[in-house]
C-alpha cells in the first residue's frame, strides 16, 4: 500500500480510526501506526522485538525485492518506520523476548525471517507438517497469526494457540 500523501496526514487518519474503533495500544505513537498500516497488509506487522536492528534495516534497503514481493515505500515512511523498527528490535534495551529470539545468532549474521532463527525452529519443532506448512489454512510458518490467536496484539502464549482444523494445541 503506497501512501502518497503525507506521513502526518496518514498518521492522524490512522490515529482517528484507532480512537473511533476504541483501540488502545501500549504504544499509540506515530510510527508504530504506519507501521501496522505499511507493514499489515501482506502478513501481519511482525513484533519489532523478534528481529535484530540490523534485519530491520536490511528489510527496509530491500523492499522492492521483498521476498518475490514489491513492497517498496515512499523514502519518508522507510525512515519513519526506520526509527520505530530500530528502537524496538531485539538487540535494543532491556528486551527480554528478544534476547530469546536472537540465541544461537551471531552478530555477523542478518536473519531476514523470524521462522528461520533457531530459538523459533527448536520452539516450533513439536508442531506436525500436516499441522503447519501443510495444513490449507495455514501454508507457511510466516503466517503467525493463523495459529497464534492474539499474535497481532504481539501475544504468542502457547495457550493461545489454535491450529485450525485441530483441536486446541496442548502440551
Ligand atoms: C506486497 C506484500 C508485502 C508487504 C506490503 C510487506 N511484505 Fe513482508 N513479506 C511478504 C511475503 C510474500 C513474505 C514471505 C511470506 C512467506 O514466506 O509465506 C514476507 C515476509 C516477511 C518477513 C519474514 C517472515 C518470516 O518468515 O519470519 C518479514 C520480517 C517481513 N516480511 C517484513 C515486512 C516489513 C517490515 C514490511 C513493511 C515495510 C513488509 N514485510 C511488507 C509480502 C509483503
Ligand atoms: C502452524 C501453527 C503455528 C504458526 C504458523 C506459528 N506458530 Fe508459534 N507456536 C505454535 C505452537 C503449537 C507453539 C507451542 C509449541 C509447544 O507447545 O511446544 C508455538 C510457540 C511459539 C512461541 C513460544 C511461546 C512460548 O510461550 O514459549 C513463540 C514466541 C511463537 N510461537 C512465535 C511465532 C511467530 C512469531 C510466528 C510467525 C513468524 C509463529 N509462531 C507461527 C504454532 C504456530
Known amino acids: 500500500m503506497k501512501l502518497t500523501t503525507s506521513g502526518f496526514t496518514v498518521w492522524l487518519a490512522a490515529g ?21 498500516k505499511e507493514c499489515g497488509t501482506c502478513h501481519m506487522a511482525y513484533p519489532a522485538e523478534f528481529l535484530p536492528s540490523r ?18 515505500l515512499a523514502p519518508e515512511d522507510v ?10 528490535a531485539a538487540d535494543s534495551g532491556d528486551n527480554r523476548r528478544g534476547r530469546k529470539m536472537l540465541q544461537g545468532i551471531d552478530a555477523r549474521q ?13 520452539k516450533h519443532d513439536e508442531v506436525p507438517e500436516r499441522m503447519s506448512i501443510g495444513n490449507p489454512e495455514v501454508k507457511s510458518m510466516s503466517r503467525c497469526d493463523s495459529c497464534h490467536t492474539r499474535a497481532r496484539e504481539g501475544s504468542f502464549s502457547e ?8 483441536r486446541d494445541w496442548e502440551d
Do not use: C
Open 159 to 166: 495457550r493461545e494457540v489454535h491450529i485450525p482444523g485441530y
Open 79 to 88: 525512515q519513519a518506520l526506520q526509527g520505530y523498527l530500530e528502537a524496538n
Open 55 to 72: 534485519s530491520w534495516q536490511k528489510l527496509l534497503t530491500t523492499l522492492d525485492e521483498h521476498f518475490g514481493e514489491n513492497a517498496e
Open 110 to 122: 542478518t536473519p531476514l525471517r523470524i521462522s528461520l532463527l533457531p530459538y523459533f525452529v527448536r
Open 16 to 36: 482517528a480510526m484507532l480512537a473511533a474503533a476504541g483501540v488502545t495500544h501500549a504504544q499509540p505513537e506515530t510510527a508504530g501506526s504506519l507501521y501496522q
